[in-house]
């Protein structure tokens, strides 16, 4: 089984800042990867797939990096509603799924 | 555009048995593909499984090896997700999504249960 693990658990970064949340597969995932976000409350949110392309909506300031083991999901100009928990998600063995145990960005 | 109602929360006693349902709308369950998450408070998101509707059977995470069953309606378009032997770790919210390209694209508002003695 493939595990996922997200780093840092917790990220605290000011407004207006550059957040870079990273997310390592225990083998490779080739471009499988997906982000989601998620608000207290509420369902997640499909950020981002196949590493890089970004959901239905997702701004621009929302960008996915990466291949086979190690992915990057960077945050330009934090918005106040960035602010969330984010997991990564990979499907190489669709139709299992496996997520990240998160990273909580923070308000600094 | 693919909608999800699920179901009202639940409050189980331990060793009984739940049954989280989801409504789909904006397409019928034979076009879809639904799965079911669930997240413990304060947890990370859980993949639970899904149904295979080619040979009626569920297709789970190994944590719920033998516990969780998940069946379809597709008169109504709902689908279930049961979990038996309930204990106080499965205290979560419930969600079930469908898939589309191969992800978790639409997710239902979620079910919240609990379980407590």
């Known amino acids: 089984e493939i595990v996922l693990t997200q780093s840092p658990a917790t990220l605290s970064v000011s407004p207006g800042e550059r957040a870079t949340l990273s997310c390592r597969a225990s083998q490779s995932v080739a471009s499988n990867l997906a982000w989601y976000q998620q608000k207290p409350g509420q369902a997640p949110r499909l950020l981002m797939y196949?590493?890089?392309t970004r959901g239905t909506g997702i701004p621009s300031r929302f960008r996915g990096s990466g291949s086979g083991t190690e992915f990057t999901l960077t945050i330009s100009s934090l918005q106040s509603e960035d602010f969330a928990v984010y997991y990564c998600l990979h499907y190489s063995n669709w139709p299992l799924y496996t997520f990240g145990q998160g990273t909580k960005l923070e308000i600094k | 555009q693919v909608q999800l109602i699920q179901s009202e929360a639940e409050v189980k006693k331990p060793g009984a048995s739940v049954k989280v349902s989801c409504k789909v709308s904006?397409?019928?369950?034979?076009?879809?593909?639904l799965h079911w998450v669930r997240q413990a408070p304060g947890k990370g998101l859980e993949w639970m499984g899904s149904f295979d509707p080619e040979d009626a059977k569920t297709i789970n995470a190994q944590n719920f090896q033998g516990r969780v069953t998940m069946t379809e309606d597709t008169s109504t378009d709902t689908g279930y997700m049961e979990l038996s032997n309930l204990r106080s770790e499965d205290t979560a919210v419930y969600y079930c999504a469908t898939v589309r390209q191969y992800l978790l694209w639409y997710w239902g508002q979620g079910t919240q249960v609990t379980v407590s003695s």
């Open positions: 904006g397409y019928t369950l034979t076009e879809l593909s």
């Open positions: 196949g590493t890089s």
